[in-house]
């Protein structure tokens, strides 16, 4: 029987889940390797179907629990180089230059962004590796500011560890209610979106407020 049947017997053969299934049924663990590499690249892809799903399959034999961390975790760190590699390609002159064209930010504003990292970029890489939407993200500012690559790879590998070990057990204690796990990080991930939308919405505010004063004093 294969991992498909055990793993989604009322579902059907499409989605994410189902090509998952397929990668590690024809592959073994390099399935999902490359799984997660291509959900770092393309994040839409949710590592909370396929790390889970990974973890039933060892749980069911199909690959071994070692196999699923090792190569899932290979997988993530391939995925978090090919970003850093854009950031570190597209550069910080093209980035400031295309900064300085956008309304209602100020140049200021990406100076201090790059002195916080400067200061805690090894920290936002390694926690970042476990915050739903900014895993894949964090790589590319690490480009940008060219944190040494024997850094990057270190505390991409560890923090991807911890953040893969975490669903890939979960999935694998879970047995057939491995699909639980995407119901809980979904709600997570959403948080977290709702918490960068407002951030947002608050640094524009802030921004119109501001612009709005300097010119009320300018003209009075």
Do not use: C
């Amino acid at each position: 029987m294969d991992l498909m049947t055990l793993a989604l017997p009322q579902e059907p053969a499409d989605g994410v889940a189902g090509w998952a299934a397929d990668l590690v049924d024809a592959l073994g663990g390099p399935g999902a390797g490359l799984a997660i590499a291509l959900e770092n690249l393309f994040p839409p892809l949710p590592s909370e179907v396929i790390l889970p799903l990974t973890g039933f399959a060892a749980g069911q034999g199909v690959i071994s629990l070692f196999s699923a961390l090792f190569w899932t975790t290979l997988g993530s760190v391939a995925g978090a180089v090919v970003l850093y590699w854009i950031g570190m390609l597209f550069g910080r002159e093209r980035m400031h230059a295309i900064w300085a064209r956008l309304p209602l930010v100020r140049n200021s504003d990406l100076e201090r962004t790059e002195r916080w990292f400067a200061a805690h970029g090894t920290k936002a890489v390694f926690f970042g590796r476990m915050v739903p939407i900014f895993r894949s993200l964090i790589s590319v500012p690490a480009g940008l500011e060219r944190l040494p690559l024997p850094t990057f790879l270190l505390l991409t590998a560890l923090g991807s560890l911890v953040w893969n070990s975490a669903l890939v057990m979960a999935g694998y204690w879970l047995g057939d209610r491995w699909d639980l796990v995407e119901t809980y990080v979904g709600i997570i991930s959403k948080g977290v979106l709702v918490l960068v939308v407002a951030a947002l919405l608050l640094y524009v505010v802030v921004r119109l407020r501001s612009r709005g004063t300097a010119q009320h004093r300018r003209t009075s």
